[in-house]
């Protein structure tokens, strides 16, 4: 839920332990890319390939990771985001980067422990025994594109992630804006600073004008797919409908 620069403390967090949880993030967030970029890899090599021993390693391959790799972190980046989130001035609902990456990653986690349990584990039980039963190539490809359509969007929803916490767009939300109002009257007055320990620079969130039109541009077509997915799953159609 943060980005790599050294967050500010606000009381109730000691600088040790926002160092310690900044580390774990920035790990099980990098960790969680990089699995998911291999099990994409191992997808595309299980439904491409027309050896049966590749397709069953593939997926049985990828059933490993996804529960032993792939869940674990994508827990650990949820879990430490939102320390740090909270115990820094960044807070959770006080910027907009901050809430929509929220939502990015409890979107992600819930789809990716959802297919973990029923498409994964259906395709592993598959590939188990795709040489000795050859009809069940004809499922096992049909949940193979369904795997590789969630981790294309999966590497998408992370690759959006990670340029949020890079360009921090939009500035401070409604709540972000109260919360430094009420820290203004606090002080008797005295006007906020932007080197203030308290609240993110800059504080009126003029940063969103700095705003490149293709990170705009990418934004929104990721926001565009992912409500395609969502859209798709909710209705029913999604790409293992009839199973």
Partial sequence: MTNAAE???IPG????????????????SVGWFGAVAAF?????????????EVVRSSYLAMNLIGLFVIVPLSLAAL????????????????QYWVV?????????TVALLHHQFSAVTQAAKLASG????PLRGIALAQVGT????VASVAILLLLVATALSVYKPWG????????????????SGTPLMANSPMLPDPVDGTAANGIPLSLKAFIAVMGVLVAAFVVLHLTGHSLHHGH
Avoid: C, N
Avoid at 13 to 28: E, G, P, W
Avoid at 100 to 108: H, V
């Fill in 7 to 9: 967050p500010k403390v």
């Fill in 100 to 108: 929509t990456k929220f939502l990015l990653t409890i979107f992600g």
């Fill in 172 to 187: 401070l939300t409604p709540y972000g804006r109260s919360k430094r109002q009420e820290l203004r009257q606090r002080l």
């Fill in 130 to 133: 795709i040489a000795a039963e």
């Fill in 146 to 149: 369904q795997l590789l359509t």
């Fill in 40 to 52: 994409l890899v191992l997808g595309i090599a299980g439904r491409m390939s027309q050896d049966a």
């Fill in 13 to 28: 967090m000691t600088a040790h332990f926002s160092k310690f949880t900044l580390t774990a993030h920035i790990i099980s």
């Fill in 79 to 94: 879990l430490t985001g939102l320390i740090q989130s909270l115990g820094t001035h960044w807070g959770l609902f006080r």
